[in-house]
């Protein structure tokens, strides 16, 4: 009986255990079980921008072209811009030019005293008339050709200066620059002018050509491109002597025969300096152009009505196109204007001109 009691006593306290541990598991089960709170930010959504994209030619503004107003005179003085001159048409040069060329002289004085013409290449001498006559308002800026005279024959007996003493010369140009030129070069190898030989001054190459056509020995003095105008229709006669080179031989100053020249007006100068050393630079090249591509520069010369290509094309090996800026262009000027000035001062406007009338660049 006292082990049934102890038997009952140990069940009970066997439910009681088993019902507290299961008490106990209940509340680990909903502690390991609860769920937590999360609190869940939602994305922003991305923001786009939009990027505008940069012109990859930035926009410039065009350059102002001026509008130049340029002379020559029709001849050798006209040939070297010949270059510019076709350049223009195309658009291709710093700036905008408009070339008016001239049968005579005094044509492109009145220009350039009005204020017509800008720029003008004219002959040597008329550049210092012009100086004096306008007190100083044209500059000569460069030599754009140095000599074109020489002396021709139909015989075989000038080989020198000296074999002319005694002899007839034909020439055009009395009064003018050749005349001046052929007593100078005449006077330093000890030739007088006016009594050792006999000069015949014609109005027109075309009556010089005439007499060497009818002379089996006809002396004449003459410039190109008539020389060789003479010469391809002639074939007797033949160049005898450069007069630019006899010139050079007794020159003792450094000058030499100047034929044309590239002056400006003062007040445009001063106004435009950029405009017009650009042209300059154009004109620098324009003349190396026609030494070195005689064919193609012979056409522009007739292109642009100045003289026809086959004969320019013979000629301008013999037209000495330059353009000569700085101290030898006004060495080489101021040596050739006094030996005019010596010999009539109106030749060179009264005066030789003095320094400002260089433009040295």
């Not at 609860?34 to 869940?40: D, K």
């Not at 005349?179 to 006999?198: C, M, R, S, W």
């Not at 086959?310 to 101290?327: D, M, R, S, W």
Request: proline fraction near 4%; aromatic fraction near 8%.
């Amino acid at each position: 009986m006292k082990k049934l009691r102890l038997m009952i006593l140990f069940v009970m306290c066997m439910l009681v255990f088993a019902a507290c541990t299961g008490k106990k598991d209940e509340v680990v089960k909903e502690d390991t079980t609860a769920e937590a709170s999360v609190t869940i930010v939602p994305t922003a959504a991305p923001v786009t921008e939009t990027i505008e994209e940069a012109d990859p030619t930035p926009q410039v503004e065009p350059v102002q072209k001026l509008e130049i107003k340029i002379a020559a005179l029709k001849g050798p003085t006209a040939i070297g811009m010949v270059k510019v001159m076709e350049d223009n048409t195309t658009g291709t040069t710093a700036n905008n030019y408009s070339f008016s060329i001239a049968g005579a002289a005094d044509e492109i004085s009145t220009g350039l005293v009005k204020g017509d013409f800008d720029i003008a290449a004219v002959p040597c001498n008329l550049a210092a008339v012009l100086y004096n006559k306008t007190k100083g308002q044209i500059k000569l800026a460069g030599i754009n050709t140095l000599g074109v005279l020489y002396i021709v024959e139909t015989g075989e007996s000038i080989t020198s200066v000296e074999d002319l003493k005694g002899k007839t010369i034909y020439s055009t140009g009395l009064g003018t620059t050749p005349q001046f030129t052929l007593n100078y070069i005449l006077a330093a190898h000890g030739i007088d002018p006016e009594k050792d030989v006999t000069i015949e001054y014609k109005t027109e190459a075309t009556e010089v050509a005439a007499i060497l056509s009818d002379s089996a020995d006809a002396i004449a003095m003459l410039p190109q491109p008539y020389v060789t105008t003479v010469m391809m229709n002639n074939d007797k006669v033949r160049i005898a002597l450069d007069v630019a080179k006899e010139w050079e031989t007794v020159s003792e100053d450094g000058s030499g025969v100047v034929t044309g020249v590239v002056v400006v007006r003062s007040e445009f100068l001063e106004n435009n300096k950029d405009a017009f050393d650009a042209f300059m630079k154009e004109y620098t090249a324009s003349a190396t152009y026609v030494n070195e591509n005689i064919d193609e520069a012979s056409a522009l010369v007739e292109k642009f009505d100045i003289f026809k290509a086959a004969v320019i094309k013979k000629a301008i090996p013999y037209c000495n196109i330059t353009l000569l800026q700085g101290e030898d262009m006004k060495t080489k000027v101021n040596g050739y204007l006094t030996a005019l000035y010596n010999q009539n001062p109106q030749a060179v406007g009264g005066a030789i001109p003095t320094d400002d009338f260089y433009y040295m660049q």
